[in-house]
Antibody, heavy 116, light 112 residues
Framework: EVQLVETGGGLVQPGRSLKLSCVASGFTFNNYWMSWTRQAPGKGLEWVAS????????YYPDSVKGRFTISRDNAQNTLYLQMNSLRSEDTATYYC?????????WGQGTLVTVSS | DVVMTQTPVSLSVSLGGQVSISCRSSQSLVHNNGNTYLSWYLQKPGQSPQLLIYKVSNRFSGISDRFSGSGSGTDFTLKISRVEPDDLGVYYCGQGTQYPLTFGSGTKLEIK
């Protein structure tokens, strides 16, 4: 059974940093691209970042480019999202997702709240 | 950026009925490799989204054949037949053809 378990969310002040982790199991992690997608409270879905299976290439929307960094440790079956210079508009539930052209599996999400 | 426009915003259907949700993209979703990366997701209340359909018309593992996807280019449709209580939630289309990846704003399905 495929499982994606996110951790690392919480309350953080504007301008500060936070790092999310996602531990994957139930599939061969290093065979798949991985992504982060977020959902602001009561809002729709927004793609945040994707990374190739080797970790050699990464992709971001302009809204987070230069502030967020996606990475992975294939030996530990773990995906990361380093979030710097956080803004109130980054408040959302962050989902770890498998894939990039489509998101086949989703974690339960971790809530990030950016507020003073 | 590719804008995904979903209609309707919400709809109400009787159990056993059929519904269609439309998703239109501002640009063609045909990738250079010939594939069309249009997906459909369902987010049930209080849950994470789940993949229903990928590449326009392919049902994901374990998804009922009551769900079907169709379309091409910029115009796509999700049909749900014989609606069941467990189908309620918000349906999203999403494109994986061009960065940044984008989603429609969602269609809320309610059961009469």
């Amino acid at each position: 059974e495929v499982q994606l378990v996110e951790t690392g969310g919480g309350l953080v002040q504007p301008g500060r940093s936070l790092k999310l982790s996602c531990v994957a199991s139930g599939f061969t992690f290093n065979n798949y691209w991985m992504s982060w997608t977020r959902q602001a409270p009561g809002k729709g879905l927004e793609w945040v970042a994707s990374i190739t299976n080797s970790g050699g290439s990464t992709y971001y929307p302009d809204s987070v480019k230069g502030r967020f960094t996606i990475s992975r440790d294939n030996a530990q079956n773990t995906l990361y999202l380093q979030m710097n210079s956080l803004r109130s508009e980054d408040t959302a539930t962050y989902y770890c997702t498998r894939g990039a052209t489509s998101f086949a599996y989703w974690g339960q999400g971790t809530l990030v709240t950016v507020s003073s | 950026d590719v804008v995904m426009t979903q209609t309707p915003v919400s709809l109400s259907v009787s159990l056993g009925g059929q519904v269609s949700i439309s998703c239109r993209s501002s640009q063609s979703l045909v990738h250079n490799n010939g594939n069309t990366y249009l997906s459909w997701y369902l987010q049930k209340p209080g849950q994470s989204p789940q993949l229903l359909i990928y590449k326009v018309s392919n049902r994901f593992s374990g998804i009922s054949d009551r769900f079907s996807g169709s379309g091409s280019g910029t115009d796509f449709t999700l049909k749900i037949s014989r609606v069941e209580p467990d189908d309620l939630g918000v349906y999203y289309c999403g494109q994986g053809t061009q960065y940044p990846l984008t989603f429609g704003s969602g269609t809320k399905l309610e059961i009469k």
